[in-house]
C-alpha cells in the first residue's frame, strides 16, 4: 500500500485530538502505513546513498544483495532498475522495473520506467505496448511529463503511434471537464435591473484543467479571484473565492454539479446558513449568474445576486 496524503489528512481530521496524541497519530502514519515510507534497514540506507549519488555499479551491486535477501520490497527493484538503466544494462533494468510493477511500487511509474529501458535497448514495440498499459490504466494524465521529459523516450516525438498515445494523455479532456466551459469569456456583467454592475474575464488554465475567474467592481475598490476545477475523486466542481478585502472567510468554499444544464455550487451548512451559486447559459453570449441564501437548511432560498453575463466581442 502506498502512502496516501489523503488518508493521512483524513486519519488527523477524524482523530480531533489534542496536540500531543496527534503528534504520536503522526508518527505512526508516516513510519508504520507504508513499506515505502517505513524506516529503512541500515543496508538499504546504504544502498540508497550509493543511488543518491549516482554510484550506479555500487548502487547496483548492494540492490542485488538486498533483493536477493528480501524480493518484496518495491523500493529496492525500482532502484535497482534505475540503477541498470544507467549502467546499460538494459534487460536487468527491464526485469528489475516489472518485479517493481509485479509488487504494485508505483505500478504505472515502473511501466513507464520499463518503457524507458525497452527505448534504450531499442525495443520500440515493448514501449508502445508499455505505455499504452498506461494509457488504458488511466495514468497517462499524471505520468505524461514524466514521459515527455524522459530522455531514453525523446527520439519517439516524431512517431505517430506515440504522439497518438501522447494526446491520450492530455490531461482534463473528458466531458465533464468542459462543462463550465461556457462561463470561459470576457464579460460584462450586468445586475438585475440594467446596469453595468462590473467587469469579469474568465479564463481556462493549467491545461484545461482549472477555470479563473478575475472580477472588478465597476464601483471600484473591488476586486476578486475564482478558481474552479472538476476534481475526478468525488466527481464535483468546486470554488475557491478569494477578493481584496483580506477576509477569506467573507466567501466559504464551495462544491456542486451541473444539473439540468446548470452549474450549481453549495457552502457548507454552517450555523444554518447556506450559500447556493448557479451558472447557465442563457442564450449565446449570456450567463446568468445567481447568489441564494438560506438560513433553514435549504428549504427556502432568498436571491441575494441576480446578475447576467454579456460576452463582450463576438459570441460564439
Sequence with gaps: MQFSLIGFASLV?????????????LVWVSVSASPAFAQRSAAEQAADSLFAQNRWEAAAAAYQSLTAANPAVGTNWANLGESELQLKHFDRAIAAFARATELKYRPFRSMVDQARAAAAKGDDEKVLELLKGVVDGGAGGALRPYILGSAELSRFSTDARFTALAALMKPCTTAPYRQFDFWIGDWEVQGARGGVAGHNTV???????????????????QTGTSFNYYDIRDKKWHQLYIDNSG???SFPAMAGTLADGKIVMLTDDVNNTLTRWTWYL??????KQLEELSTDHGATWRIVWNSVYVKQGRAP
Excluded: D, Y
Design 13 to 25: 481530521a477524524r482523530a480531533r485530538c489534542a496536540a500531543f496524541r496527534c503528534a504520536i497519530v
Design 203 to 221: 479564463t481556462l488554465e493549467q491545461s484545461g484543467c482549472l477555470v479563473v475567474e478575475h472580477w472588478t467592481s465597476s464601483a471600484g475598490g
Design 247 to 249: 477576509n477569506a472567510g
Design 282 to 287: 442563457m442564450e449565446p453570449g449570456k450567463v
